[in-house]
């Protein structure tokens, strides 16, 4: 089957991914750490790593419950920033094949990098081995890192120092900036920001970050509005 896949794909392809999985394995690696630095049991990064293999869901929780804040909130802030998998079924769904098993298999591989390299794809067979090939790579790399990463931080008191504390922002960042070039994301991500800001020194940690979820319908306001410069151009 790998053989196969690689044929399928070409080396270039099977480079990317390759490129791809080297970075998440990056990740990975300060995930484990800073989770055991904070006071979490190793065992802990490594179940999240399998059951939900989502990194951005899984640095919010550490972040969220390692701050005091409520694990349900921490659960839910998770499932929302995953929300965005539901749209993801649709674009990728053909390239599951028949049967549940594997319908509920490609849906765990089921990520931002599976469904960039699967989309970039242009026939329906190259799209099907790029999706499987990148999700099999990064579920075993990613894991693998959060395990190496997890023992390593039993020895690292500070994270801060080795630089490890940047890693959750940055994913954070890394997967909104490109949302960002419209406008009403724009507003939306700024109100809410300030929102969450305000309400921090008032709320446990996690709410803040649900509170800034009544910020979503500026997104609606934004892209509804007309573009005054494009409302120029047209005059």
């Excluded at 499932?79 to 998998?85: G, I, K, M, S, T």
Aim: with cysteine; charged share 15%; aromatic share 8%.
């Amino acid at each position: 089957m790998i053989r196969s896949i690689q044929r399928t794909l070409g080396r270039d392809l099977m480079r990317d991914i390759g490129l791809v999985c080297l970075a998440d394995g990056i990740v990975g690696l300060s995930y484990g750490a800073i989770a055991v630095s904070s006071g979490f049991e190793v065992w802990v990064p490594m179940l999240l790593s399998v059951v939900v293999f989502a990194g951005a869901s899984q640095f919010l929780f550490i972040g969220l419950v390692a701050s005091g804040g409520n694990p349900i909130a921490a659960v839910v802030a998770g499932l929302l920033v995953n929300a965005r998998h539901i749209p993801f079924g649709f674009a990728v769904g053909d390239v599951f094949g028949k049967g549940w098993g594997r319908r509920l298999l490609g849906s765990h591989l089921m990520i931002d990098e599976t469904v960039a390299f699967a989309l970039a794809q242009e026939d329906r067979r190259r799209r099907r081995a790029a999706y499987w090939a990148c999700g099999i790579s990064l579920f075993v790399v990613w894991n693998a890192s959060v395990v190496a990463g997890a023992f390593a931080g039993t020895a690292v008191s500070d994270t801060g120092a080795f630089g490890l504390d940047a890693a959750f922002p940055a994913v954070l960042l890394a997967l909104v900036l490109p949302s960002l070039k419209d406008r009403g994301v724009r507003a939306a991500a700024l109100a809410g920001a300030v929102l969450a800001v305000a309400a921090t020194p008032f709320l446990p940690a996690g709410l803040p970050v649900l509170l800034a979820l009544l910020a979503v319908p500026l997104v609606l306001v934004g892209r509804n509005e007309p573009d005054k410069t494009e409302a120029g151009v047209n005059a």
